[in-house]
């Protein structure tokens, strides 16, 4: 009886060991100062955010996640699940991509490496900050204009905004203009170009490469762009 009991218990690890989840993406890393918890990695799915693997951190930090990549999309390695909180948004494609973070500052400033589509949007973010401030600021001149009852300033203010944000927009579609073989162009003209002309996202669609336009996020901008064409002709 007792050699029957330690064959399914031998049984039973040999199983748990061999289920482990596998994938052809591998994000490793560590989280310097995380002495336990749980990390998540997860993505959008039909506008649903899933967790696609997750591991428990003991004591260093390290940590390994695994996915299956079919076209390059947006990730989120998350610390208990909560996005709301804590969370690291990247660029997951087919490889071993390396996250070094920590949990003080998790998010905030993380290293990446492994994902060339990653490269393109921090180049991109760093840019897109500076608009992000400027916006900032007018909110604060805004405020103080109306706490003044300054008409004229309000006025002025109102037309420099509406300059900044057609300048924003320029910039955006330059820059996936000139990064048209790469996954994040559809992607950010999708999150920071939804609002804009629709000639700015036909432009970006139509000098994606053949690679590009079928991706995940290119056929999305795709479908996107012909939903309001069609909406605009009824």
């Given at each position: 009886m007792k050699n029957i009991i330690t064959f399914f218990i031998?049984?039973?690890?040999?199983?748990?060991?061999?289920?482990?989840?596998?994938?052809?993406?591998?994000?490793?890393?560590?989280?310097k100062g995380l002495k336990k918890g749980t990390l998540y990695l997860q993505k959008m799915?039909?506008?649903?955010?899933?967790?696609?693997d997750s591991v428990k951190v003991f004591g260093d930090g390290n940590f390994k996640l695994t996915d299956n990549?079919?076209?390059?999309?947006m990730y989120y390695?998350?610390?208990?699940?909560?996005?709301?909180?804590?969370?690291?948004?990247?660029?997951?494609?087919?490889?071993?991509?390396?996250?070094?973070?920590?949990?003080?500052?998790?998010?905030?400033?993380?290293?990446?490496?492994g994902s060339k589509n990653q490269l393109v949007f921090n180049d991109y973010l760093k840019i897109n900050s500076k608009f992000?401030?400027?916006?900032?600021?007018?909110?604060?001149?805004?405020f103080d204009a109306k706490k003044a009852n300054d008409t004229d300033l309000l006025e002025q203010l109102e037309k420099d905004y509406?300059?900044?944000i057609r300048r924003r927009f320029l910039f955006t579609t330059n820059f996936a203009i000139?990064?048209?073989?790469?996954?994040?162009?559809?992607?950010?003209?999708?999150?920071?170009?939804?609002?804009?002309?629709?000639?700015?996202?036909?432009?970006?669609?139509?000098?994606?490469?053949?690679?590009?336009k079928n991706s995940i996020y290119g056929k999305r901008l795709d479908k996107y762009i012909k939903d309001i064409k069609e909406k605009e002709n009824n």
């Open positions: 031998l049984s039973f690890l040999i199983f748990a060991c061999s289920s482990k989840k596998e994938g052809n993406m591998v994000v490793q890393g560590n989280i799915q039909d506008t649903v955010l899933v967790s696609v990549v079919d076209s390059p999309v390695l998350t610390f208990d699940g909560n996005t709301t909180n804590k969370s690291i948004l990247f660029f997951g494609n087919e490889g071993t991509i390396t996250i070094n973070d920590n949990i003080e500052l998790f998010g905030f400033n993380p290293e990446i490496t992000q401030n400027q916006s900032l600021e007018f909110i604060k001149k805004e509406q300059s900044l000139t990064n048209a073989n790469s996954e994040a162009a559809p992607y950010i003209a999708l999150t920071d170009l939804y609002n804009a002309n629709i000639k700015l996202l036909d432009t970006i669609n139509n000098s994606l490469s053949e690679d590009v």
